[in-house]
């Protein structure tokens, strides 16, 4: 019986070690950043946006929002969609949460958050508001359509609002 215990004991002591383990490793993994300058990050953005002839997508969301992590993996785990994001976007977290909700970048973007989160907003390289997306419509089952993504990413693409290709 005594074993027994001792079994019991370590395998929760040892289930707490892997716990904490993988709690440390989702804290650094954290998308969102409340403290970050949004205002700032999102300039920088749009200067490497312009230099790379690209676009800006701001995922807004948080940490706290399981949709806005499902959204942003499969983003970077299907190479088809990757590859549509990293050779037409500049891609900022603006981070909505109750430490930061951005409330004036939200409002100079039309408060895209009354679709609720995470919500997708693409910006020209000069800055100007080309769409919000709600990604409701991007889902499919508990997760995001690869088909609906791609057609969204696709759509708002730099080259697919070029005027010379019309």
């Not at 949004?38 to 940490?63: M, R």
């Not at 785990?77 to 939200?106: G, P």
């Amino acid at each position: 019986m005594e074993r027994l215990i001792l079994l019991i004991l370590s395998i929760l002591i040892i289930s707490n070690v892997v716990l904490a383990q993988n709690t440390a490793v989702q804290i650094k993994e954290k998308l969102y950043s409340p403290s970050a300058n949004a205002k700032v990050d999102i300039a920088n953005a749009l200067k490497k946006a312009e230099s790379e002839g690209k676009h800006v997508l701001i995922q807004i969301g948080g940490n706290w929002c399981g949709w806005c992590i499902l959204l942003d993996r499969k983003l970077n785990s299907n190479d088809t969609l990757k590859s549509a994001l990293m050779n037409n976007f500049i891609v900022y977290h603006l981070n909505y949460s109750s430490e930061n909700y951005n409330a004036d970048i939200l409002a100079s973007l039309g408060f895209p958050q009354r679709f609720g989160f995470p919500v997708l907003v693409v910006l020209d390289s000069k800055g100007n508001r080309l769409h919000t997306q709600n990604t409701s419509y991007l889902e499919e089952g508990k997760g995001h359509h690869t088909k609906k993504v791609l057609a969204f990413l696709n759509n708002w693409s730099p080259s697919a609002l070029d005027k010379h290709q019309y």
